[in-house]
């Protein structure tokens, strides 16, 4: 009988440490991408992060981790960590504009919050900047009405172009 009991309450310790180190881990699965091409974004830098002293570049958090995304743009985040509430996209190197969280098919804001004991899946969009171009011609120097052609052409994921002609003065 006393065996039994001593089995028990063994029994029962070890699922009371097995329940309470699961509420802690963190597992975050999901991908860096450009959603109008639909490729992965390598390198990303993603931080998870706990309340911590306020400093200039987290705010009021402190680094747990970071994580970067593979050639594919897939990252993945386990770790134990009681404290841990945020997930943030980090550096992108000034190459992408960030658009944000999308999780369950809504868009989160800028940080993803972070739910303990359970997998969770989410993407983050971001986008290349542009470049845009513009070429000045002057195509004739008849004096006070010259004719100069401007022509735009803005080199992002819509390859919009547009010429147009305006009259300036002089040569």
Known sequence: MKKLIKLLIGIAILSLFWTCGKKRQVKIEGKVYNPITQEGISGAELWLLKPGPITEYYGGYERVTTVYSDASGNFKVDVKSGSAEILRLGDMHGEYYKIGWYQNGEQLPSDLPVEKGK??????????????????????????????????????????ESSYSTPRTGC
Request: proline fraction near 5%; charge should be negative.
């Open 119 to 160: 997998t969770m899946h989410a993407d983050f969009y971001a986008v290349p900047y542009g470049e845009l171009k513009l070429d000045i011609n002057n195509i004739n120097c008849s004096g006070p009405a010259d004719t100069m052609w401007f022509r735009n052409k803005w080199l992002g994921y819509t390859g919009f």
